[in-house]
């Protein structure tokens, strides 16, 4: 898969796994992975590439005696998801066409 198409989809997919609710980074691996396996290093890039794109937010908080960044959703996040589901219609479209050829052999 072309790298700039699997990290639009990568980006959207982390938004929507927080889209909720806050979440932290294990909760949202987990919370992928029946969807799409993603490790650490990938997941923790995503996210400051999205909190500098101001779609995302990020607090620390205590939780165990141990220090827990939380993700919050913004308004430009939830607009990125919300042009995806529009953008993917497209991506729908040009799928049927390329594949259509393959339903008259």
Same mark, same amino acid.
């Given at each position: 898969m072309d790298i700039q198409l699997k990290r639009g989809l990568l980006d959207v997919c982390v938004l929507a796994a927080i889209k909720n609710e806050d979440s932290?980074?294990?909760k949202i691996i987990k919370d992928m992975k029946?969807? =799409?396996e993603l490790s650490e290093s990938t997941l923790y890039t995503i996210l400051k590439r999205l909190e500098i794109a101001n779609m995302l937010t990020v607090r620390t908080a205590e939780h165990d005696g141990r220090l827990r %960044?939380?993700?919050? =959703?913004?308004?430009a996040g939830l607009r990125r998801i #919300? #042009?995806? %589901?529009? #953008?993917?219609k497209e991506v729908i479209s040009?799928?049927?066409f390329v594949v259509r050829e393959d339903s008259h052999e």
């Open positions: 932290y980074g294990y029946p969807y =799409i %960044k939380y993700y919050r =959703i913004t308004d #919300e #042009e995806f %589901k529009s #953008e993917w040009i799928y049927q």
